[in-house]
């Protein structure tokens, strides 16, 4: 994962967007994100992740070095990140999976 892919696939948000925006911002909740560009508010995929985010808002990396070698470190890659999603979208849509 770099800073530079999307976190919310739904708005194209990317991770370094959400990452820089719980900083500068101090986000509390991860419903605040709706705020950034919609982040979160389509199949709802992304909340996790931008929960991750917000439980460490006090030790976000700043720099976009930093943030990649967290991102590498801590989240899926990007392909698995978007494969992940469409399962996603597939149960959701799936009355059989509840
Ligand atoms: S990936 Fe963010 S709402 Fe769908």
Not at 15 to 44: D, F, M
Request: charged share 30%.
């Amino acid at each position: 994962m770099k800073a530079d892919d999307n976190l919310c696939l739904c708005f194209h948000v990317s991770w370094r967007k959400v990452i820089n925006y719980t900083r500068v911002h101090r986000v509390k909740i991860p419903s605040q994100l709706a705020e950034c560009q919609g982040a979160g508010t389509g199949c709802g995929w992304c909340i996790a992740a931008m929960k991750r985010i917000v439980a460490k808002a006090e030790s976000l990396p700043t720099d976009p070095d930093g943030i990649d070698a967290w991102l590498e470190q801590d989240f899926p890659a990007s392909a698995d990140y978007a494969e992940g999603r469409k399962k996603h979208i597939a149960d959701k849509n799936d009355p059989q999976s509840d």
